[in-house]
C-alpha cells in the first residue's frame, strides 16, 4: 500500500506532492514500482493546522476521480477518519476507508457498507485524532489492541461491511510509546491469529528512530526489519514510503517462507 499524500505539511515528504501534477506523477511511480494499493491522505496524523471537512475533501475526492480515471483497476484507499470524506470519496471511486483513528467516528463504517467498500480498523487507543501520547500505559498492550480492532471490526460487520473486507492494524506509533510499538511488532502473530487481515503502518515512524537512535531521514533499514518480522509473522498489507525496497522486502520473506517462487534459479546448475 502506497503513501500518497495531499497535504502540505505531511511528516516524511513535507508536501512533496500536495501539488495535482506531482501527486500524479508518485502515483505513476509507485504502481511502477509495484504498488497494489494506493493510499490517499489529505491530512496529516500529528497535530498542525485545523483541516475542515470540505478542504479534506477538496484535497482527496477529485484526485481519487483523477486516479480512477488513470488506474480503472487500482484498488484505492483514502485515509480518513470523517463519514463525509468517507462518503465523497468513495462517490469518486476509492474501495477501501482507512481509518487510523479507531472508529472515532461511527458513521464511516456506515459508509463503507452503503459503497461496498473495504474497511481498515486501526487501534489508537482511544485518543481523539491528531493527537499524540502522553505517559499512554496498557496492563497489556497486545490485549488492548485486540479488543479494540476486533470490536470495530465486528461493528463493521454489523453494519454491513462485508466481512472479507475488513482489515485491521495495530496501530504502530498511535496512542503507543516505542515500547508498546516494538511489543506489538514481537507479538503479532496474536493478531493474525485473531482471524482478520492485518495490515501494518510502520514507514519512517518515531518508534523506529527512537529505537535505533536516527533522525527522519535514516529510518529505512529500521523500516524494512521491521516490515521482515511483520511479514514472516503473517502480515498481509504493508502502507509505505518507500515501496520498491518494501516490495523486495515483502517478496523475500514470501519465498523463504515457500508462498513465493523465485525470480530466477540458475545457480548451481550450469
Not at 5 to 10: A, C, E, K
Amino acid at each position: 500500500m502506497a503513501i500518497v499524500n495531499r497535504t502540505p505539511d505531511s511528516f516524511y515528504d513535507r508536501g512533496a506532492t500536495f501539488a495535482l501534477d506531482a501527486a500524479v506523477d508518485r502515483v505513476h511511480q509507485v504502481v511502477e514500482e509495484g504498488a497494489d494499493i494506493v493510499d490517499i491522505g489529505g491530512v496529516k496524523a500529528a497535530p498542525g493546522t485545523p483541516v475542515g471537512v470540505s478542504e479534506e475533501i477538496d484535497r482527496t475526492a477529485p484526485f481519487v476521480a483523477v486516479v480512477r480515471q488513470l488506474y480503472p483497476d487500482l484498488p484505492i484507499s483514502v485515509d480518513t477518519w470523517r463519514h463525509e470524506v468517507g462518503e465523497a470519496v468513495c462517490a469518486a471511486g476509492a474501495n477501501l476507508l482507512n481509518d487510523a483513528w479507531g472508529g472515532v467516528d461511527p458513521e464511516l463504517a456506515v459508509v463503507a457498507a452503503r459503497h461496498d467498500a473495504a474497511l481498515v480498523c486501526t487501534h489508537a487507543g482511544g485518543l481523539p485524532p491528531r493527537t499524540r501520547p502522553h505517559r499512554v500505559g496498557y496492563d497489556d498492550v497486545m490485549a488492548d489492541v485486540l479488543e479494540r480492532t476486533t470490536a470495530l471490526a465486528e461493528r463493521a460487520v454489523q453494519v454491513g461491511v462485508a466481512r472479507d473486507r475488513i482489515m485491521i492494524d495495530p496501530g504502530h506509533d498511535f496512542g503507543k510509546n516505542t515500547r508498546h510499538s516494538l511489543e506489538i511488532t514481537r507479538r503479532l502473530d496474536e493478531m493474525v491469529d485473531a482471524g482478520w487481515p492485518v495490515l501494518v503502518s510502520l514507514s519512517n515512524k518515531d518508534f523506529v528512530g527512537e529505537t535505533l537512535g536516527v533522525p527522519l531521514d535514516k529510518r529505512l533499514v529500521g523500516t524494512l526489519a521491521t516490515t521482515s518480522v511483520c511479514a514472516w509473522l503473517g502480515a498481509l498489507v504493508f502502507r509505505a514510503h518507500n515501496v520498491s525496497e518494501t516490495r523486495q522486502t515483502v517478496d523475500m520473506v514470501a519465498s523463504i517462507r515457500g508462498e513465493r517462487p523465485v525470480a530466477r534459479a540458475v545457480r548451481g546448475l550450469a
